[in-house]
């Protein structure tokens, strides 16, 4: 693996790092850590690599990277940069025949999204994207509930991200996470919704199965002087009739990473939250609450697949990103090796989920403009 | 204390009951338990009534009473009956010069609500709404944190009240308590919302001390056949530039009584769940969180005011309608001493906050039926 | 209902009286509220009992109250007062013909325990003690769980009752409770041990169906100066071969009154936790963890019988201690009447769960003593 | 570095791989998984190792790694075999010049164990235990709350850890973790206590910064046919005069790995469960509840030393082993440079902690045999 990004004051960087690797099937091989040539040896020497693999850029980097015979060059482009640095990263990575996963939002304008879809379609490469949460266990364990029907006919649904870090003008101080998440320049149209709203719409419509067909979005700047939201409330609903609620807020004080979401069906609802992650509460009409945990023998075999550790030994997010990593690498090396990767290790957020947030994001931002009550959000794909 | 309503399958009658004779200050003196005389006999008889007080009707009753002696007479009448029942007794009761407790949505229409609140300022009788949640201890302990500005000012409310037990068309069946709820001869122009949605509403806006300026209302039916709403997701916005969500549903499935509130402001959040209702957790900025219990010695003297037991003994939802009993009884005490009751007394909801609630409703169904995102509601008074 | 206790600065008469008069079924109608009559007729007062019926002392109170007409006349005795006044008015009560219902622990001796089983089986008369834990509603059902075999042979228990409210000398202080909780003369020859570690020992055999045989204790007293233990750590033997830990502190500081036991068999384990007591939790050998709760419709007749309001609105302390009392109403109103009662409300706690404590007690005492392991403690009824 | 054990059917060989690699500073380069040679190269391939370092024995290992040149033999010995083949492998590597990561408990037997400890002694070789719980971040916070007597004189310590997992008698079955365990030949003397029991100790000293002095224990065997304990109850007492209960249990039916902790001082206590770690209760006297959590601002330097991640992403079992390997790694960097670590890197337990346990065990059997109640455990180091 390769990555771009992952410099001084990256907090993302970091963590793809530890994810990838976790499970020793991954190898940071090398990397393009900083558009600051020095900044990007030095890091790349934290990384115990070789000085001639800390590139000054990521043009650079596949450049010679290409070049380089199979199992000594990058398999794959990890992409951990701003916004506004993902797409032509990943563009160039696909045409010079790279895999890549990238984090989210998948890029600056939704229509460099849609290119990177056709991209990936003409190219047939691997594209994950890390909406991490999808990764964790008991969120597999929730969609294979609802897949089975265990739940009946999905009415409600309601997602909720609450961070509070934005609380305070930070992006005025020396912290580089809020400097270039709430420019629009780097961020893109919007702040908090792109950060962790797509996160919450991703987890939403990944455990129910459903996609939202219309909203009604609206997003606030709290912090005086901000330019992007730093909250948005939205009323939703889904293609199967059932409607809900989707909030993400980066001025929820106190609060540190609490995504959380209830599905309602007609025969019971489902509760998990990320900040107990391997927990998912089951409420039942008739009988007594269930309660499953990670790594039981009761639980789903995708579930399992997507755990290390035996119950009561609590798995959190890095291995959450890991098993995005892990179900990649296994892609890979099927391709390497002309086989068949087995269906669990499918289960990964594409370049589709990429392109689908950013259409939320467009009707977010339609939505919060418009006196109207809804605004649609096509579900075409 | 004489009651109308109560009768055999009621469920808040009896809760009336136990909340006002808990503290050994308010006895049962009479009633008009059901529109059947041998019924309201019956009931009679259970409450240990003499026979010949418990009446027939409300309106015999009261006839009846007034010409008793202070002392023997009811105080003041308690209103435990479907909405549809509630404005006429209360009525009578106030022109007949007895002070009021009556159960919420205040009642049928909203203009007779308005009726009401002008008998109240012309008789300067006392009348209460039992909005049993803001008579939780830490409840008061949260209005009382907002109001000395610990959070700061307030930027975000999510306001939630979650029951499932309508999931099934229960009233089809023969449960009393899901046909006249969801009748709109009985319940009135709104189910669920009005049912346990105003209460939400007078929830947030107590703690907060806060109004709601503007809402936008997504209503539904689930269950087919049902008349009435049986799920809301509502935006708001506030009188300060706050904003927020609020939902009530009745099929959420499986959950019981999931009230719950979340308050941000610019220095911190704070949370109660009314189903561990003797918690209240506060998340700051920048320190540890902090959880405040009922019962000791750190709490402020109105949560105190409304404790019975010392800490770790677990006060509940009779506790709560209890609070607002005893404050009204300590009222009515105090005016028949023609002493001035303490300050803590005087918290309780009144007819005012049941007008409000009449007013959320309207506002709700207008919004509910526009296609503009926004519809006003009044917060004059 | 007449009381003994309950004066100036007590903390149980009040719940006593809360818990007796809730439903509505148990009215007080004298009382002797302390040793001093002045005060006694103060607290009358707030009784809101006529002059006469305060009585000076409890010998008065019974001589005139048995002289009175049945229906006017207290139906039983209520002792709330320090362990050392809970023989005398206990005995002279029975002698007169009342039932009682007393705090525990039981008495202050062994001897005077003995004593009073020997009236009670002598004269037939009710008496309950208060082991109010055991009238929660999910304890009702833990046991009935237990007796059913849902959990197999039970193997291990553990059960704790830890409190933080001595861990500094308030006996030093004006504290009414501390001041004669940890003075021997009137406390006993245990503090804490007396004072709740005998309703972990009664909450476990209640649950369990079992008997401790021996036991293995440790007592500690930490506050300098104290003469009684504020601390105790115990190992148990039950009868039929469980082996458990049983802990109880008031040293435990920072903690309110956090009763807690574990019960596990060879199917499963059950928790409960006093503090949330509507709720108990059941691990299962190969299933997902079950949580019932209070007042829902799967929960066992024993339990409903002592639930008051729908699931979801929380049932507390009063309400534990009001279904004492209401089991000992409905019994006595048989007895009145000449019926049998529902076999639901012979279930609280008597004379012999009282003289229970009292060998525990002394078993204790005896352990902690000894340089042997183990001391017997006899199981023989 | 090199592993010893971790083959087919192996729980925590996979474990220790997974936290030695994840930050990137630690490379599995060599292992003797199995003693059969051919199951060693097969998981050796798992690993990416190329097949001559996939070893037959560990002493042919130690002998061909040796002599390897520095940077590219193994830099230290990781053990992760069953207790019996913990010693020999250990003495191997010491005294050809390799420092050690070992798994709990250190020896079969405790002479050897005083060995390995003069063998440390001796070289000046890194000597890890892998008492992993103390590698928790938030187990550091409540040790240096501990340490800077923010809870004053500790008084009181209860320490447990229930599982469930041996309540049927799994070592009949084929599973490989049920079999050695319960096996006197590989386990050692004891079961339970020694499997998880010594974790228990090691927390409860490692935080209070006592030791315990005497004990008194109640060791069980459940299940038919076992030959080694499944659950003990201990009473202890630390050497500054505070007392408390250590539990462990593998019979506790449903419980997953739940070990939890409670510690309480003369001004607060404080509360950690290893299920949800990243989360520390404090209970303070006059002052609400006090929630810490991992990766926030306020948390002190040594527990944000051993966090990766910011406040609200969980992380769990994995990463507190990368805690201490990331500790040995950092220390060992260190020599090879000739510099000093950081003071932070020391924090892990040695040598000297695996012989406590020993000495622990041996204290358990000798009391468990004696109808003494009290058995010293010595506390000289």
New interface residues.
């Given amino acids: 693996m390769g990555m771009v990004g992952g410099g001084p004051g990256s ?1 993302i960087g ?2 793809h ?2 994810g990838a ?5 991954i190898e ?1 091989v090398c990397g393009a850590f900083s558009s600051d040539p020095k900044k990007s040896k030095i890091t790349g020497e934290k ?2 690599l070789t000085p001639e693999r800390a590139y000054g850029s990521y043009q650079e980097m596949i450049e010679i990277e290409k070049k380089l015979p199979e199992g000594v060059r990058m398999d794959f482009l990890c992409i951990t940069t701003p916004n506004h640095v993902h797409y032509e990263p990943a563009r160039l990575a696909l045409e010079n025949g790279f895999h890549v996963v990238c984090d989210k939002p998948l890029t600056h304008k939704t229509e460099d999204a849609e290119k990177l879809v056709r991209l990936v379609e003409k190219t047939g490469l691997l594209f994950a994207v890390t909406h991490t949460y999808t990764g964790y266990p008991m969120v597999k364990e929730a969609r294979k509930m609802v897949q089975e029907g265990a ?2 006919k999905i ?2 649904i ?1 997602v ?1 991200y ?4 934005l ?2 003008p930070l992006e005025k101080s020396d912290n580089v996470q809020a400097i270039w998440r709430t420019d629009p320049a780097r961020s893109g149209k919007v702040g908090s919704m792109g950060d962790i709203g797509t996160h919450a719409l991703n987890l939403a419509e990944y455990i129910s199965g459903l996609k939202v067909t219309e909203l ?1 979005a ?1 997003l ?1 700047i ?1 912090v005086p002087g901000r330019k992007l939201d730093d ?1 948005g ?1 939205v ?1 939703v609903h889904y293609n199967n009739g059932a ?3 989707l ?1 993400a ?1 980066q ?8 995504l959380n979401i ?1 599905i ?6 489902l509760k998990w939250h ?5 927990t998912l509460i ?12 990670t ?4 639980i789903s075999s995708i579930a399992k697949y997507n755990t ?12 959450a990103f890991a098993n995005i990593y892990r179900n990649v690498a296994t892609c890979i090396q099927h391709r390497l090796a002309g086989t068949k990767p087995p269906a669990e290790a499918l289960d990964f957020p594409t370049v589709y989920d990429g392109l689908r947030g950013m259409n939320f994001i467009d009707a977010l931002v339609e939505s919060n403009k ?5 605004t649609t959000l096509s579900s075409d794909f």
């Fill in positions: 907090f970091i963590v790092f530890n690797i976790l499970d020793g099937q940071l990384y115990y739940l009946g009415q409600k309601v909720e609450p961070q509070g870090w609380t305070r009604c609206d606030s709290f909250d409330n009323l409607k809900g609620l909030f807020s001025i929820a004080a106190g609060e540190e990473n609490d209830r309602y069906g007609e025969k019971g609802g990320q900040m107990e992650p391997n089951i409420n039942w009409l008739d009988k007594p609450i269930e309660v499953r945990r790594g039981n023998p009761y290390r550790v035996p119950a009561g030994h609590p798995e959190g997010y890095i291995e418009s006196d109207r009550k809804w």
